[in-house]
């Protein structure tokens, strides 16, 4: 991936960082699946570069290998309703020099709660929430990764995607999601 475009969101005392965050990354969510769906040969993938063990920060990069894709994007547009909010910079070359290794951001799917297995296990063996309770007991598994709340499009539930950071050795090429998470895919960190 030899160019990228920023998103920065810009400091707001009355509006959250986290809400603002997960109204661009749709809206970027959003102008890749329509850039993919009108040409599958095209690449996207994402970074987070303030991404921290409490959050994903407030920059967000969106990579691909020619700036006439990342113009094809259009991103402007897209973040038209939020541009008292954010600053996008034009698309650039990545910046070699600066480069510190590769990264990729991917999605992690958390085992959900025990009271949600539990109403599940209820439902299908026909039995009380408390005998199914009593089954996952001792689980107390919590995902502990940074997410974004996004609502679904298609359905219109809302649902938490968590994203992991991966350092790795070297660029392998790969492919990415519509949301821009690696799906085998490296991007450069710097």
């Known amino acids: 991936m030899e160019y990228y475009q920023e998103v920065t969101i810009l400091q707001n005392e009355e509006i959250a960082e986290n809400f603002l965050l ?41 990579f ?4 006439e894709n990342v113009e094809a994007l259009n991103l402007k547009s897209y973040l038209a309703k939020l541009s008292d909010y954010v600053h996008l910079i034009k698309p650039r070359i990545v910046p070699k020099a600066r480069v510190k290794g590769y990264v990729k951001f991917v999605r992690v799917h958390p085992e ?12 299908r063996h026909n039995v009380s929430f408390d005998e199914a309770m009593e089954r996952y007991e001792g689980m107390k598994k919590v995902c502990k990764k940074p997410y974004v709340i996004l609502n ?27 949301y821009g998470l690696s799906e085998g895919g490296v991007l450069p960190d710097f």
């Open 112 to 123: 959900n709660s025990p009271g949600c297995l539990a109403r599940r296990y209820a439902k």
């Open 22 to 62: 997960a109204k661009v990354f749709m809206q970027i969510h959003l102008a890749i699946a329509t850039q993919k769906n009108k040409d599958a040969g095209k690449c996207y993938g994402i970074t987070f570069p303030k991404y921290h063990d409490l959050g994903l920060g407030d920059k967000i990069r969106i």
């Open 152 to 178: 679904s499009l298609s359905n219109k539930n809302r649902f938490s995607l968590f994203i992991d950071r991966c350092y790795i050795e070297n660029d392998d090429g790969g492919e990415f999601s519509c």
């Open 64 to 67: 691909s290998d020619s700036r």
